[in-house]
Nanobody, 125 residues
């Protein structure tokens, strides 16, 4: 059983930056593909970015491509997303997730096995 804890959320002005972290425990972090998702009020949870178990492949939603960078440090059991040029429409609860499909890019919620509790990101205009 893998436990995931997100941190780093907060309030930021449009155009600003934030870095979210996701720390894992209870499993073999380096075996999992990891992903970031977000959910705004009244909307479905949507894919943001994913990174394969070795960190060799990353993939982004079109809405964040060029502004967000996903990375991981397997020695620290931690994944990150550096978010830049933030927009009010980026406001959401951000969740990290782990998928047993370790070597594959995974973009759908049902392919992820473990989820964190979420961290709020609010971008003011």
């Amino acid at each position: 059983q893998v436990q995931l804890v997100e941190s780093g959320g907060g309030l930021v002005q449009a155009g600003g930056s934030l870095r979210l972290s996701c720390t894992a425990s209870g499993g073999t972090f380096g075996a999992y593909t990891m992903g970031w998702f977000r959910q705004a009020p009244g909307k479905e949870r949507e894919f943001v970015a994913t990174i394969t178990n070795s960190g060799g492949i990353t993939y982004y939603a079109d809405s964040v491509k060029g502004r967000f960078t996903i990375s991981r440090d397997n020695a620290k059991n931690t994944m990150y997303v550096q978010m830049g040029s933030l927009k009010p429409e980026d406001t959401a609860v951000y969740y990290c997730a782990a998928s047993k499909f370790g070597r594959r890019v995974v973009v759908t919620t049902d392919a992820y096995d473990y989820w964190g509790q979420g961290t709020q990101v609010t971008v003011s205009s």
